[in-house]
């Protein structure tokens, strides 16, 4: 924490943006937050965090994507440890955005692939 107490931001974040929670969803047997850094502007990248609890183990692989659940029409990413309790990725917002596009969160496990979604409007 800061001394103004405001949460402190991982490092690097400065550069994007505001950051507008979009929820806590369980993800791999786990409950995280998740985070966009900035704006998510059709045709341009939009910048995520995955936060997990201190303590819990991050899955190898978490990839995202804008868009449909399916994934059509969208580019999936591969999102990034950072620090100690954060995966970060950068997403790229598919132009032209559908209405009802939300952001999507896919871990693969060995015991099977886990997915959930979050709305885009914070």
């Given at each position: 924490m800061?001394?103004?107490?405001?949460?402190?931001?991982?490092?690097?974040?400065?550069?994007?943006?505001p950051?507008?929670p979009?929820?806590?969803?369980?993800?791999?047997?786990?409950k995280?937050?998740?985070?966009l850094l900035?704006?998510?502007?059709?045709g341009?990248?939009?910048?995520?965090d995955?936060?997990?609890?201190?303590g819990?183990?991050?899955?190898?692989?978490?990839?995202g994507w804008?868009?449909?659940?399916?994934?059509?029409g969208?580019?999936k990413?591969r999102?990034?440890?950072?620090?100690d309790?954060v995966?970060?990725?950068?997403?790229v917002?598919p132009?032209?955005?559908a209405?009802?596009?939300?952001?999507?969160f896919?871990?693969e496990?060995?015991s099977?692939?886990s997915?959930?979604s979050a709305p885009?409007?914070?």
């Open positions: 800061h001394k103004n107490g405001e949460p402190e931001k991982p490092a690097g974040h400065e550069d994007h943006g950051e507008h979009l929820g806590e969803v369980t993800l791999g047997g786990i995280v937050q998740i985070v900035g704006d998510a502007k059709p341009e990248e939009a910048d995520f995955v936060r997990f609890p201190a819990s183990k991050r899955p190898e692989t978490l990839r804008i868009g449909l659940e399916s994934g059509k969208s580019m990413t999102f990034q440890n950072e620090g309790t995966m970060h990725g950068h997403i917002v132009k032209p955005l209405e009802d596009s939300l952001a999507w896919e871990v496990a060995a099977g692939n997915k959930v885009l409007k914070y």
